[in-house]
């Protein structure tokens, strides 16, 4: 009787889903055109309501096939899901922290390189552990540091490089992780804008010690909230599994006793004998799991990965045809040697522009056209770091420029070559108005 219940209601769901989606036309100037968004479908809420159905309200076997699944996806030994990218990338910063690691531990005050023409997440971190970020500037057009700029940065004081692959551009990261390996420096990609992207035919979150990812809906794939570290470093996997799971030096899963059959037979730090091992604690940590419910989705996601990837490629190619030889707009470029999996389609004015961004963006945004900054612009300038201790190595012009005179317009799955072409269209006819 339950199971065939389960079956109407899922059933339910599904015809609710292919109702409620129904077949909607682009109107252009009502339709909104998103900067950013997920892509669902009915098997999605299928899956979502059927974990809820088994009241998988933890993390638990949902939780454990998505982490194999997607370290499987990207080529990896162990993924760890967090409740959400900013949480993965705080455990795996932090993991660097660890005492089991010895001496090439990180400690506060050592430095970490990074750009601050980025979403803070990736520099909040290091504040949050003590240390120092090293700003270098970026690239206009690829929106990324290069090896140069992060090679020039390295000091007596630094200990690692932390940096984010610009709307899903890689940087050079080959370049850069051989660079860290010289000087024996953690690499920590942060790729939750890059999840599917290419770099000399490698994936990014693949180069260093440990990668992170989003599954918030803005992003390749979504769990709703929720976020994952990644790592082929069984020693750094399971130093953040700890730190994520409140800081235990026991991996049995909640709920679960005894897995190691040697519960009462730890004897670590200055407890007792026979001190119970699940309630041993190796790590300062937290509890930054996500839940069954989360993971369901992800799964039926990740499954459309290469499919999401290839609508981003071919959008981001189908608006830069569009607006090719536009006056006042630097268009964006990959990388050399990369193919990205876009996040988003930077633009920046040019210096010459005969208008300002703020008349642009209300212009884009009256005709239902959704734009966003290109994150921070520059950290530093920002009121919540202005009295934070950190260091430049060059300047930050290009960060500055892009503070003043960039934005970013999308390319996700959910758009439509009828929008993208309105959205070229737009960006196009303002130019004219204005030159």
Same mark, same amino acid.
């Given at each position: 009787?339950?199971?065939?219940?389960?079956?109407?209601?899922?059933?339910?769901?599904?015809?609710?889903?292919?109702?409620?989606?129904?077949?909607?036309?682009?109107? @252009?100037?009502?339709?909104?055109?998103?900067?950013?968004?997920?892509?669902?479908?009915?098997?999605?809420?299928?899956?979502?309501?059927?974990?809820?159905?088994?009241?998988?309200?933890?993390?638990?076997?949902?939780?454990?096939?998505?982490?194999?699944?997607?370290?499987?996806?990207?080529?990896?030994?162990? %993924?760890?899901?967090?409740?959400?990218?900013?949480?993965?990338?705080?455990?795996?910063?932090?993991?660097?922290?660890?005492?089991?690691?010895?001496?090439?531990?990180?400690?506060?005050?050592?430095?970490?390189?990074?750009?601050?023409?980025?979403?803070?997440?990736?520099?909040?971190?290091?504040?949050?552990?003590?240390?120092? &970020?090293?700003?270098?500037?970026?690239?206009?057009?690829?929106? =990324?540091?290069?090896?140069?700029?992060?090679?020039?940065?390295?000091? @007596?004081?630094?200990?690692?490089?932390?940096?984010?692959?610009?709307?899903? =551009?890689?940087?050079?990261?080959? #370049?850069?992780?051989?660079?860290?390996? #010289? !000087?024996?420096?953690?690499?920590?990609?942060?790729?939750?804008?890059?999840?599917?992207?290419?770099?000399?035919?490698?994936?990014?979150?693949?180069?260093?010690?440990?990668? +992170? +990812?989003?599954?918030?809906?803005? !992003?390749?794939?979504?769990?709703?909230?929720?976020? /994952?570290?990644?790592?082929?470093?069984?020693?750094?996997?399971?130093?953040?599994?700890?730190?994520?799971? *409140?800081?235990?030096? /026991?991996? /049995? #899963?909640?709920?679960?006793?005894?897995? /190691?059959?040697?519960?009462?037979?730890?004897?670590?730090?200055?407890? @007792? #004998?026979?001190?119970?091992?699940?309630?041993?604690?190796?790590?300062?940590?937290?509890?930054?799991?996500?839940?069954?419910?989360? %993971?369901?989705?992800?799964? $039926?996601?990740?499954?459309?990965?290469?499919?999401?990837?290839?609508?981003?490629?071919?959008?981001?190619?189908?608006?830069?045809?569009?607006?090719?030889?536009?006056?006042?707009?630097?268009? &964006?470029?990959?990388?050399?040697?990369?193919? &990205?999996? *876009?996040?988003?389609?930077?633009?920046?004015?040019?210096?010459?522009?005969?208008?300002?961004?703020?008349?642009?963006?209300?212009?884009?945004?009256?005709?239902?056209?959704? +734009?966003?900054?290109?994150?921070?612009?520059?950290? $530093?300038? !920002? &009121?919540?770091?202005?009295?934070?201790?950190?260091?430049?190595?060059?300047?930050?012009?290009?960060?500055?420029?892009?503070?003043?005179? $960039?934005?970013?317009?999308?390319?996700? @799955?959910?758009? $439509?070559?009828?929008?993208?072409?309105?959205?070229?269209?737009?960006?196009?006819?303002?130019?004219?108005?204005? =030159?």
């Amino acid at each position: 009787m339950v199971a065939e219940a389960k079956r109407l209601i899922l059933e339910a769901v599904e015809k609710y889903h292919l109702e409620a989606a129904g077949e909607a036309r682009f109107v @252009p100037g009502a339709t909104p055109i998103l900067p950013s968004g997920a892509v669902l479908t009915a098997e999605d809420r299928v899956a979502l309501v059927e974990a809820a159905l088994d009241m998988r309200i933890a993390a638990g076997v949902s939780s454990r096939l998505f982490e194999r699944r997607f370290a499987k996806a990207l080529g990896l030994r162990k %993924a760890h899901m967090t409740n959400s990218g900013s949480s993965a990338n705080l455990l795996a910063l932090s993991a660097l922290t660890s005492p089991q690691l010895g001496d090439h531990r990180l400690r506060p005050g050592d430095e970490v390189i990074t750009v601050a023409a980025g979403f803070p997440t990736t520099v909040n971190p290091i504040y949050q552990n003590g240390m120092t &970020p090293v700003f270098v500037d970026v690239e206009l057009g690829t929106y =990324n540091a290069t090896a140069e700029r992060v090679a020039a940065a390295v000091g @007596p004081r630094t200990k690692a490089i932390m940096l984010a692959h610009a709307l899903g =551009n890689p940087y050079e990261v080959d #370049e850069v992780a051989k660079l860290a390996e #010289e !000087h024996g420096l953690f690499l920590i990609e942060d790729n939750c804008d890059a999840v599917g992207s290419l770099h000399r035919g490698k994936l990014t979150g693949t180069f260093g010690d440990l990668a +992170t +990812t989003s599954f918030y809906p803005a !992003h390749h794939i979504t769990t709703g909230e929720g976020g /994952c570290v990644l790592t082929d470093n069984l020693v750094l996997a399971r130093i953040v599994e700890s730190m994520r799971d *409140w800081g235990r030096d /026991c991996w /049995c #899963e909640p709920g679960e006793d005894d897995t /190691c059959r040697k519960r009462f037979l730890y004897r670590l730090g200055d407890l @007792p #004998e026979r001190y119970d091992h699940k309630y041993t604690f190796s790590h300062v940590g937290y509890n930054l799991k996500a839940t069954d419910i989360q %993971a369901a989705l992800g799964l $039926t996601q990740l499954a459309r990965l290469p499919e999401f990837g290839a609508a981003r490629r071919r959008n981001w190619q189908r608006l830069r045809a569009g607006l090719e030889g536009t006056k006042g707009y630097l268009l &964006p470029s990959a990388t050399p040697g990369s193919d &990205p999996s *876009w996040f988003g389609f930077a633009i920046t004015l040019t210096e010459d522009a005969s208008f300002e961004r703020y008349e642009l963006l209300r212009f884009l945004g009256d005709r239902g056209i959704g +734009t966003r900054l290109l994150f921070a612009g520059n950290l $530093t300038r !920002h &009121p919540g770091y202005l009295d934070r201790e950190y260091r430049v190595v060059g300047d930050l012009a290009n960060s500055d420029i892009i503070l003043e005179r $960039t934005f970013w317009v999308g390319v996700y @799955p959910g758009l $439509t070559a009828e929008m993208i072409d309105y959205v070229a269209a737009s960006l196009r006819e303002f130019a004219a108005t204005k =030159n």
